[in-house]
């Protein structure tokens, strides 16, 4: 399947993994460019730039085959050595780099001088407005339904989508509830040139992740996220389990008291508690609404190749039903 996003970053198939916490390691991101999407590294999971450097030429010995890296700008107070992985990128010979979180007007002149392709992860239409204007060749617009940090504005992906296509001029793939054949031809239908998928990568034989994360998600139904930090304006999506209820317990406690320090306990620190050892009650941990339509653990291979042969049976079959009736 052509679309703007395979011609974009030299792909296969429009699919893209997202980056992960402590999930985008290189094996991840490797297994999914061999199957024909975009495996993606997740940078700040690395401790420094040397460390990305390595992981950068760990997934290159693991394929042949374009991947990229997520660079995600937060507001801390001890900034990562953004300038460093920059650095560790271009010399990677990474040709896609994923930005998330803040603007990131500021490293896009140097990634574009290497030639790298950057798009950006946005949860609204002013934001993919805005990443369009600053010069991202394309962008990921995240829905409510998203595992991770939805925005405030809380519209879900069949306004969202239809909204990004009457406004944007450049490429955007759909993120938030992505999962199947279905949910890509859904998005190609509403404006979108492929799909971005999270959750649903965390439950395949590849990912680098405890086999009680992948249990989890396919145990859970589309009922069994919780939003946290709403008060904080930092809403996040999280599985349900008993520290998200506690963390929930302080909120309603604090009220408009609410300081990021009440709730540090639930949330820093916590992934490789829970993605390395599988301690799945340790803390907050990103998950979508879309753990309601995972129901096994295949290779990534086997998970790409189911979805394009449902799509193309969707659009030649299904769909090309309705035209004559």
């Known amino acids: 399947m052509k679309t703007k996003i395979t011609e974009l970053f030299n792909i296969q198939h429009p699919i893209i993994q997202g980056g992960m916490h402590y999930v985008g390691f290189?094996?991840?991101?490797?297994?999914?460019?061999?199957?024909g999407g975009l495996g993606i590294i997740t940078a700040l999971t690395q401790p420094s730039a040397e460390a990305l450097a390595n992981e950068i030429a760990r997934c290159r010995e693991m394929t042949d085959k374009p991947f990229g890296v997520n660079l995600t700008f937060l507001p801390v107070v001890n900034s990562p050595d953004y300038a460093g992985m920059v650095k560790a990128i271009i010399e990677g010979g990474v040709k896609v780099v994923e930005t998330a979180g803040n603007n990131p007007v500021q490293v896009l002149p140097a990634l574009h001088e290497a030639g790298i392709k950057v798009i950006h992860k946005c949860t609204s239409v002013r934001h993919a407005l805005k990443a369009q204007s600053i010069g991202c060749d394309a962008v990921?617009?995240?829905?409510?339904?998203?595992?991770?940090?939805?925005?405030?504005?809380?519209?879900?992906?069949?306004?969202?989508?239809?909204?990004?296509?009457?406004?944007?001029?450049?490429?955007?793939?759909s993120s938030g509830g992505q999962a199947d054949g279905r949910s890509l031809v859904a998005s190609l239908a509403m404006g979108a040139d492929g799909m971005n998928m999270g959750t649903r990568f965390i439950a395949t034989q590849e990912a680098p992740v405890h086999q009680n994360v992948k249990d989890a998600i396919v145990t859970a139904s589309e009922l069994d996220t919780r939003l946290v930090m709403r008060p904080l304006r930092n809403t996040e999506r999280v599985m349900n389990n008993r520290a998200v209820e506690k963390l929930l317990e302080i909120e309603?406690?604090?009220?408009?008291?609410?300081?990021?320090?009440?709730v540090i306990e639930q949330v820093a620190g916590v992934y490789p508690k829970i993605m390395k050892e599988g301690t799945m009650d340790a803390g907050a941990w990103s998950c979508g609404m879309v753990a309601g339509l995972i129901n096994d653990i295949p290779t990534c291979q086997q998970l790409i190749d189911r979805i394009m042969n449902e799509a193309d049976a969707i659009i030649n079959e299904r769909l090309s039903g309705f035209q004559n009736s």
């Open 252 to 262: 309603k406690e604090k009220g408009d008291d609410l300081q990021f320090t009440d």
């Open 26 to 35: 290189a094996e991840m991101a490797a297994a999914v460019s061999n199957a």
């Open 140 to 173: 990921s617009v995240d829905g409510f339904e998203c595992g991770g940090h939805p925005g405030e504005d809380d519209i879900p992906n069949m306004i969202l989508l239809p909204r990004a296509a009457d406004e944007l001029d450049i490429p955007f793939i």
